[in-house]
């Protein structure tokens, strides 16, 4: 993996890494730092259960930049039953820093699989974010105030078992009518994709919404 001058290797046998190395040093300066710690703001840690990927840094400067340090942890990143979709209170005067902050958020989703319904909410209003929609951002940011390190474990298993949860939320938008798709997929208990999407169309029932949700983790696993 490439990213402007930074390279990652990776592969299960040390004798092949080791003369890939050594053929790049001779085509290119480079200069090896060893066993990844740090990269693109994931931070990664490695122990006995396995590897642990999060973006404690990153998430700590979001919560710093939105000023929100000295504010009371959110136990949840956003409430139950909100009505952000058909809110039509004050709009917001600056909605640039809305903006970047929801930008920022997506980032998070990286190794943040729980934010992914919520930062799915936000986004839909980058257009023409609201009052509401800035409080609800910025209870995000106190969520992470009081869980910064959390992330994913990968785990040292060998089990290399597929598996994939889904679900729907069945007329979820009360604008559009459209239901929700979400999935996870999990190899050998260990999280490797996610997402959270509102459907192309309008379901005409639950079952149909689900079915849905099915077709759209079914073809993330192809």
Known sequence: MIYVDDLLICGNDNYMLQKFKEYLSRCFAMKDL???KYFLGIE????PEGIFLSQRKYAL???????TLSATAAATPLEQNHHLADDDGPLLAEPKKYRRLVGRLIYLTHTRPELSYSIHVLF???????????DAALRVARYLKGAPGKGILLKANPDLTLTVYCDSDYNSCPLTRRS??????????SPISWRTKKQDTVSHSSAEAEYRAMFVALREIK
């Open 61 to 67: 400067d979001i919560v710093a930049d939105c000023g």
């Open 124 to 134: 839909q209003f980058m257009q023409v974010p609201r009052e509401a929609h800035w």
């Open 34 to 36: 060893g066993k990844l």
């Open 180 to 189: 929700l798709s979400a999935f996870v997929v999990l190899l050998g208990g």
């Open 44 to 47: 990664v840690r490695r122990g």
